[in-house]
């Protein structure tokens, strides 16, 4: 077998080379390890067979007298170190594959370049004897006007390749790169793509993105921040509020219990004050709703705390008690008239927090109206509650044995201080008698109730309109 390799080396690895090739196309791409394990197998026969044939990639060829002989000598010791190249960009790509799909991606085609550069000089310069300081130095010179022709190309290069090690974003990621907000679809050479909320696609220089002001909201994955901005007249006094934002975040069931949410100042001019009211969720997809969800419950506390924009002086002042009914869906279709005679016979009552209302099993005998403060619904499962979704103002309970004779299947308890308004339910019943608008909204209302709890309870999204068993707090 040696007599054989020293006779006829660039046929045999020749037929390695050829066999390296024709695996690693016939290895499927699933097989990694396998194809990877191959090559470096086939790398070591290569170099037995170079060695076994009286050769060193580390020298020149010896059979300087045989002219075709040592030209063979000198095509496997080139491939010799070209292979070597290869098997060693392959190695390291596997080792980088925890890296993440496009980040090792990148780092394993910066450091294929350079071992093929390094590994194309040192053939230069063991196996063809090159003067090699020489080529570095022109080189170098070349390598100057090169890069000052290409700095603004080569300082988005190398800041892909920082962004791509440091990974401060990846794909899938929602960001804002200095004031562009969108989600990553791609990272090259040159630029990260964003697909913004509009749904254009801005592309933003890695050297821009590596400088700029960079903010992750994907990171941590499951909490992400919501806020909201609230502008208030500077004449209403600051606790009214802040009391009234915190009730709003308490009344949002989505936000996180820790951290906290918390109410701040953001801004203070003479003729306003700017608010933030901020909390973190788990769900990223949820922000854009959770936000919404916030401004109405928003509107409707500091409403209720007496916080009013605009005051149209030509018209009288109305109670508390007429602005709620206002907002009430059931009694929508009733006439002004009736509304204001309804709202005298509405009686407050004050609740302080973590207090029940109505429990499970209980009915009252008044339609309660949530003039203030937040109340948590919870259904029974087995032994255990459940929350089922938190009520704020101009919600309403205690609907049960108006329709029907059954009694409440939840238990609502204060979560704030509250402060309800009551209406005997012989008043509403006669307003079932007379008008059939309010009886249909009542029944929906229970019915939508019934189906958002069994819902609830069997773990399975209701088969009700969109808004999910929440909705059914509205109203």
């Known amino acids: 077998m040696p007599a054989f390799i020293q006779s006829s080396p660039l046929s045999l690895g020749a037929c390695l080379l050829l066999l390296d090739l024709l695996l690693w196309q016939l290895i499927p791409l699933e097989r990694r390890a396998w194809r990877i394990a191959t090559r470096l197998l086939i790398f070591l026969l290569f170099s037995w067979v170079l060695l076994a044939a009286g050769m060193s990639p580390l020298q020149p060829p010896p059979w300087v007298d045989d002219v075709p002989r040592n030209l063979m000598a000198t095509v496997l010791a080139i491939a010799w170190w070209l292979f070597g190249a290869r098997t060693v960009t392959v190695v390291f790509g596997l080792l980088l594959v925890a890296r993440g799909s496009h980040g090792g991606r990148l780092l394993q085609d910066v450091l294929g370049a350079l071992i093929f550069l390094a590994a194309v000089v040192a053939a230069a310069a063991y196996v063809m004897q090159l003067p ?19 700095q603004s190309t080569l300082a988005d ?3 892909g390749i920082v962004l791509n090690t440091t990974r401060p974003y990846q794909i899938g990621d929602s960001v804002s790169i200095d004031g562009t907000e969108g989600k990553v679809v791609d990272i090259d050479w040159r630029t990260t793509r964003l697909l913004t909320g509009n749904g254009s696609l801005a592309v933003i220089p890695n050297s821009v993105a590596a400088k700029a002001r960079l903010l992750n909201f994907s990171r941590p994955a499951d909490m992400h921040g919501v806020s909201i901005s609230v502008v208030v007249p500077a004449r209403v006094r600051p606790k009214w509020v802040f009391d009234a934002l915190e009730k709003a975040l308490q009344g949002s069931s989505a936000l996180l219990a820790t951290p906290r949410p918390k109410v701040t100042v953001k801004a203070s001019t003479l003729e306003s004050v700017e608010y933030e009211a901020s909390g973190f969720i788990a769900d990223m997809a949820r922000k854009t709703e959770v936000r919404n969800q916030l401004f109405d419950l928003a509107h409707r506390h500091l409403e209720a705390s007496g916080v009013v924009w605009n005051i149209d002086l030509t018209v009288p002042p109305r109670s508390r008690q007429r602005e709620l009914l206002d907002e009430v869906r059931v009694f929508r279709s009733l006439a002004s008239e009736e509304r204001d005679a309804l709202s005298q016979r509405m009686t407050a009552v004050e609740y302080l927090a973590d207090q029940v209302i109505l ?37 309403v309970l205690g609907i049960e044995g108006l329709i029907d004779e059954d ?23 006669s307003c079932l008698a007379t008008r059939g608008d309010v009886e249909t909204a009542l029944t929906k209302l229970q019915r939508f109730r019934r189906q958002g709890r069994e819902s609830l309870l069997m773990q399975k999204p209701p088969v009700v309109k969109k808004g999910g068993f929440l909705s059914w707090l509205h109203k």
């Open 359 to 395: 429990g499970v099993g209980e009915q009252s005998d008044h339609l309660l109206v949530i003039g203030s403060g937040v109340v948590a619904a919870s259904i029974r499962d087995g032994e255990r509650l459940i929350e089922a979704g938190r009520m704020g103002p101009g919600e």
């Open 132 to 150: 090699v300081k020489g080529l570095l130095a022109t080189s170098g010179v070349m390598a100057i006007v090169i890069g000052l022709a290409l």
């Open 407 to 429: 009694d409440s299947f939840v238990e609502f308890r204060t979560l704030t201080g509250c402060l309800l308004y009551r209406i005997d339910k012989e008043q509403v019943r």
């Open 157 to 159: 290069v190398f800041s």
